[in-house]
């Protein structure tokens, strides 16, 4: 059986692989295209650690054929720094220590961004709410949740200061 | 690895033919957040994958001149809820479909998938029963239209054709004053399986109730519609006597089994419990109160 071959953009890159028809998404980032950011969990969409966006939607890359990506524009938890600038998501989750063996990261923070580009000002509950999908056995989830709602509140900010 | 296709026809007729031409060995893909699943347990083999999604009539979401929507079958739940008029009309409907899984399974997932799963507690089954949705199906032999409380069979089972594929939904237009809602029950706050699953849909003329469909999910082997329970409060002005007696047909209604999740007896008592307060839901969106 032939290879499917896949044209597809991440992180704004043009990028191509091979795959088999039954490879996911997940299979062909942490394989073919060396990206290993995004974690294998469950597998079965449960724990979220797989976050990717695709046509800037949020979904878990462990329950997408890699195939489907053919045309679509992906992001991945590599294209969230700018360079070596961290994300002001990434650089709150190291102030505030959100984070403990670092497996739901990469997924948290892709889905936290998710949520911060479609609403700059959630509310605690949102911020649960929206994080439900991805499962964290460290830190209890308090940490996240308080470093998602400080980065929201100093990126409203700092939108702010740049109008002025 | 056992031989498997992966194809992404662009057209209806394209997709039909490699379905039909593959028989059981043949599965859909539209956002794949049960097949995927069923693939990596080793519960469905395919040997053919046909991804519906590179079809625009799969995906599209329309509002008729007459107030009426018409969602393609792979339509995900993220795209229902970016829509800027469904969630208005149909805030019922909305509402069962946003309750399947976490939010990346909302990027994927649809209420096609989740009626064609065949689960009994899919959450936008019921919903989209009180809505008095129809859906279209096609196959080898064309077109048909059945209403969507026809189309589970059983647990896992439908009434679809073999080679038929759900193509989409079709959700009526509605009389000022109308408007639904949706509950479940579960036993934890977020991301789990509806214990009871209610949707209704109603419309009220002057404080009087003069359409209503309750759609009941989760405790029979499929969601159901309760005629008797949608007839008790036409004509009434929701007040308890037509509450109660609502309530007591959608209990009637119940054919739960007994597991980890809830009693035959706790299912039944939520079911009426449920109807109420979905009911009261649905009523203060339909009079703006």
């Given at each position: 059986m032939a290879k499917i071959h896949v044209t597809t953009t991440i992180n704004g890159e043009p990028m191509e692989y091979l795959c088999e028809p039954n490879d996911t998404m997940l299979d062909a980032l942490r394989g073919?295209?060396?990206?290993?950011?995004?974690k294998e969990g469950c597998?079965?969409?449960?724990?979220?650690?797989c976050s990717i966006t695709v046509d800037d939607r949020l979904v878990c890359?462990?329950?997408?054929?890699?195939?489907?990506?053919?045309?679509h524009e992906l992001r991945t938890i590599?294209?969230?720094?700018?360079g070596e600038k961290l994300h002001p998501l990434q650089q709150k989750f190291l102030e505030q220590a959100a984070?403990?063996?670092?497996?739901c990261t990469s997924g948290m923070l892709i889905a936290s961004d998710a949520l911060l580009r479609r609403n700059p000002n959630p509310s605690e509950e949102e911020v649960r709410f929206w994080l439900a999908g991805n499962l964290c056995r460290?830190?209890?989830?308090d940490k996240i949740v308080r470093a998602v709602m400080e980065t929201a509140a100093e990126m409203r900010d700092g939108i702010k200061e740049a109008a002025q | 690895m056992a031989d498997i296709r992966y194809l992404a026809p662009q057209s209806l007729d394209e997709a039909i033919g490699a379905f039909a031409a593959a028989g059981s060995a043949a599965r859909i893909l539209a956002g794949g957040t049960d097949l995927l699943v069923q693939m990596r347990s080793g519960v469905v083999k395919p040997g053919v994958i046909v991804?519906?999604?590179?079809?625009a009539e799969m995906t599209a979401i329309k509002e008729g001149a007459d107030g009426s929507f018409v969602i393609g079958a792979a339509a995900s739940g993220m795209a229902l809820y970016e829509h800027p008029r469904f969630g208005k009309v149909w805030p019922g409907v909305l509402e069962g479909i946003n309750l399947i899984g976490s939010k990346q399974v909302q990027g994927r997932a649809s209420p096609g998938g989740n009626l064609m799963?065949?689960?009994?507690?899919?959450?936008s089954v019921p919903a989209m029963i009180a809505a008095g949705a129809i859906v279209t199906v096609q196959g080898p032999n064309g077109r048909r239209e059945l209403k969507?409380?026809?189309?589970?069979?059983g647990p896992g089972r439908?009434?679809?054709?073999?080679?038929?594929i759900l193509v989409s939904f079709k959700l009526p237009s509605r009389p000022s004053g109308s408007s639904d809602a949706y509950l479940r029950m579960i036993?934890?706050?977020?991301m789990d399986i509806a214990v009871v699953g209610i949707g209704v849909s109603l419309t009220i003329k002057d404080g009087v109730c003069t359409a209503a469909r309750v759609g009941l999910g989760a405790v029979a082997p499929t969601a159901l519609l309760v005629e008797a329970a949608g007839k008790a409060l036409?004509?009434?002005?929701?007040?308890d006597a037509a509450l109660e007696k609502a309530a007591e047909a959608c209990r009637a209604a119940c054919r739960p089994i007994d597991d980890k999740r809830g009693t035959i007896a706790y299912r039944i008592k939520t079911a009426g419990v449920l109807l109420k307060r979905t009911t009261a839901i649905a009523a203060k969106r339909a009079t703006g109160k």
């Open positions: 073919p295209l060396g990206l290993t950011g995004s597998s079965s969409g449960d724990c979220g650690a890359s462990c329950l997408m054929l890699a195939a489907e990506a053919e045309g590599e294209g969230l720094a700018d984070l403990q063996c670092g497996i460290c830190t209890g989830y | 991804d519906i999604k590179k079809i799963n065949g689960s009994p507690a899919g959450d969507v409380e026809d189309v589970p069979a439908t009434n679809l054709k073999p080679g038929e036993p934890r706050t977020e036409v004509g009434s002005k929701l007040d």
